[in-house]
C-alpha cells in the first residue's frame, strides 16, 4: 500500500469490525506508528478512538 495522507478533519469510514459503518473525523495523525485518533458520533454522545490507517477508508 502507498503513503497515506490523513489529516485533521478528514472524514473517514469504517467498513468492517465493532465500529462497521460508521463515519469518523480525524482528530490527530500519528504518521509513524500509522493511527488514527478519530472522533466518532453514536446518537448524541461523541467517542474518542484510536485507530490504524488500515481500518478505514476515506468517506
Known sequence: MGLIEFEPGDVVYVPEGPFSGVCAVVQEVDSA???????????EQRHG???TFDEVEWA
Open 49 to 51: 478512538l484510536t485507530m
Open 33 to 43: 506508528r500509522s493511527e488514527l485518533r478519530v472522533e466518532v458520533a453514536v446518537g
